[in-house]
């Protein structure tokens, strides 16, 4: 699928695009992304619904902003970790899990919606994505060195990576469908497990 944006060609018409992306970005957080209507989304923007087709030709033309915003929302969450200052390796895991469980839990739409379409329509994805940072990142925690990580440590970033957001999407984003609702832990017990998981990838 090829979404089809109606590229604005001046300042106005960048504000409305804007405006409608920030209202779909509001509506995902509790309306899943195919249950919105076109009336819906210009409603929560102020909008009328004929200023929606001169910015897009369908729903899905948006889905490349979401994408976009969901990329930002994960580069935001890496950068937040440079004003931290765990006195351990063991405190940074702890920070991360709990740091990258409120983000879930807080853009739960969001993410739903991207894990969702990635699968659907993976051509929508754009080129760029930040996945490739939070692994560095991730084996620059597990590493003994922190700014020096070896391949091995990034080896490690990717599982530790894998496995925090598997479990995450999990609890966080379907917690009323197999495998989650099968086990019988609150949010907080699946961090504190998954904590202790990533710390053993050392051992």
Not at 74 to 85: P, T
Not at 91 to 116: N, Q, Y
Not at 144 to 169: C, E, N
């Amino acid at each position: 699928m090829t979404p089809e944006i109606i590229e604005p060609t001046h300042i106005r018409g960048r504000a409305s695009q804007e405006r409608i992306v920030r209202a779909i970005l509001g509506l995902i957080e509790t309306t899943p992304f195919d249950q919105l209507t076109i009336a819906a989304i210009m409603e929560e923007a102020g909008m009328a619904v004929g200023t929606f087709y001169r910015r897009f030709k369908t729903k899905e033309s948006v889905l490349p902003f979401v994408f976009k915003a969901y990329d930002e929302l994960f580069v935001d969450w890496a950068a937040g970790f440079a004003a931290s200052e765990p006195t351990s390796r063991d405190e940074m895991i702890e920070l991360v899990v709990r740091r990258t469980a409120a983000l879930f839990s807080e853009h739960a739409g969001l993410i739903r919606t991207v894990h969702l379409y990635d699968r659907l329509h993976p051509g929508i994805r754009p080129a760029t994505s930040s996945r490739p940072g939070l692994v560095h990142l991730m084996g620059a925690v597990l590493a003994k060195d922190f700014d020096q990580p070896t391949p091995d440590d990034l080896t490690k970033g990717s599982m530790a990576m894998l496995t925090m957001v598997s479990v995450l999407t999990e609890y966080s984003l379907y917690p009323a469908h197999s495998p989650a609702n099968g086990a019988s832990l609150d949010g907080l017990e699946v961090q504190t497990m998954l904590i202790e998981m990533l710390k053993a990838l050392d051992s």
